[in-house]
Nanobody, 112 residues
Framework: QFVESGGGLVQAGGSLRLSCAASSSIRGEAVGWYRQPPGKQRELVAAIDMKGSPVYVNSVKDRFTISRDNARNIVYLRMNRVTPEDTATYYC?????????WGQGTQVTVST
């Protein structure tokens, strides 16, 4: 199970850091950050494998950074230079199976 936090209202061009806290060890898992914009389907944003190697979708590459702290069972998503298109509810889950129950997510709203 994951609990997401760190969202909020931010101006375009600003930054946020989201946190994803796992209830058990993530050491052996790849973890992904996903988002669901209003009225749209949930989509992958970034993922990080067990060794810490990241992958990003093109729309966030060079702006977002995913990282992990295995000792604390937390995965972070640093969001820089956000745009209104980044407005969404952000979730995390096991990548690629998405086998964990989806949490409540954390809302990110980017204003112009």
């Amino acid at each position: 199970q994951f609990v997401e936090s760190g969202g909020g209202l931010v101006q375009a061009g600003g930054s946020l850091r989201l946190s994803c806290a796992a209830s058990s060890s993530i050491r052996g898992e790849a973890v992904g950050w996903y988002r669901q914009p209003p009225g749209k389907q949930r989509e992958l944003v970034a993922a990080i494998d067990m060794k810490g190697s990241p992958v990003y979708v093109n729309s966030v590459k060079d702006r977002f950074t995913i990282s992990r702290d295995n000792a604390r069972n937390i995965v972070y998503l640093r969001m820089n230079r956000v745009t209104p298109e980044d407005t969404a509810t952000y979730y995390c889950n096991i990548f690629i199976t998405e086998r964990a129950s989806w949490g409540q997510g954390t809302q990110v709203t980017v204003s112009t």
